[in-house]
């Protein structure tokens, strides 16, 4: 593979990224002024008039006047216009379409889904995500601009080539050009990745992973996927695999898994996991997940000791994460959060018995705050992400949109 160069940075790139700067900084600090935004961007003051007024033109950002705030009476504060700018989530499951449209700050407009089956032909599946999109923007009519669409699916992503790389079980699913395919359809930006990393970023911009630059979030059902966020940003690794958490070996000599490697964390702390090893290990047969989870919860002992073995592993696993990336904050999604803050004290107490001091006492471990679906509302996240880190004008003037 060739070795990416080094590139200059020409004017209109720069200002690019002192826009983004800006916006970044008001996203944190809302209805700061001009003055206070040249002390923290380092910018001088004349840059950020001129910034300021240029995204005040295309009203991504606005003067709020009426402001009660101790700014002194010639600082006038400045908000961004969230309302303003929306983005719509396609989130593709092996079951269904899920999508959404919101705004920019995260407040959900209109929600829908549609039962799906992948085994079918590609070309029905990628119509129905145009027509979810379709929908989408129809909806959006009158309640403001469509600034882009953020889709997120299973399985390893080639972000380079906008492709989804393969899915597990299904052999038909390789190298699909969903960005293409998509950017072909409509004249909106087109951000994809996949679930773990959109749950990451739905962290980052709404949840809990807000004022940390380092966290990795788990994503845990069936299988176990982990976004990670270093340095503010998702790290996607090489080929687009990074956070594939759920096949990091606990134990050399495990049983072996589908992937080829033995002892994955998957083995022992998924739904599917516990499942299988309260028939395997104890004879006990369990129907599905909300029966396993009624029956922990009813007092059966059997279940809620599989419940927190698993608990415990996933604490080992946290370990290794831990020793190789050193995040700040630990964030757990989906279906084990059901067995509640004794469980959660669990993964801490394994985590912390294996870790060096200094790294555990630094360490935040939690559940979710999140309260809307966080694979979908990372969908919007992640256009969140692309307007904010390139804030190209043209984005948010009016334009046709192709349909
Ligand atoms: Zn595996």
Known sequence: ????????????????????????????????CRKDLAEMSGLTGAAVTNLVRDMIAVELIKEDRDFESSLNRNAIPLQINYQHFLGIG??????????????????????????????????NVLQSIKEAIDYCICVSSGKGRVVGIGVSTPGPIHLGKGEISFLTHYPEWKAIPI???????????????????????????????????????????????????LDGKIFHGAFGFAGEVGHMSINYDGPLCDCGNRGCLELYCSTDALLKKAQTDYDIQVGSWDEFKNRVKNGDQTLA???????????????????TYNPELIVLNGDMNDFGI??????????????????????????????????????LA????????????SLFMDKPVIM
């Open 1 to 32: 593979m060739a070795i990416k160069m080094p590139k200059g940075k020409n004017t209109a790139q720069l200002q690019l990224e002192n826009r983004s700067t800006l916006l970044k900084l008001l996203h944190r600090n809302d209805h700061i």
């Open 90 to 123: 396609v989130n593709l499951r092996r079951d269904r379409l899920s999508y959404a449209l919101f705004n920019l700050n995260g407040q959900l407009l209109e929600k829908k889904q549609t039962l799906l089956q992948l085994e079918g032909p590609i070309d």
């Open 179 to 229: 960005k293409k395919y998509l950017k072909q359809q409509f004249s909106l930006p087109v951000i994809l990745d996949n679930n773990s990393n959109a749950v990451a970023l739905a962290e980052k911009w709404f949840g809990e992973g807000k004022e940390y630059q380092h966290m990795i979030s788990f994503l845990i059902s069936k299988g176990i996927g982990a976004g990670i966020i």
């Open 305 to 323: 000791k599989l419940a927190f073995d698993s608990g415990r592993h996933l604490g080992y696993g946290i370990v290794n994460l831990v020793n």
């Open 342 to 379: 004794d469980w959660l004290e669990t993964v801490k107490q394994a985590a912390t018995e294996r870790l060096l001091p200094d790294a555990a006492s630094r360490l935040q471990i939690k559940f979710t705050s999140l309260q809307e679906n966080p694979v979908l509302l990372g969908t």
């Open 382 to 393: 992640m256009v969140s992400e692309f307007v904010f880190e390139q804030p190209e004008l």
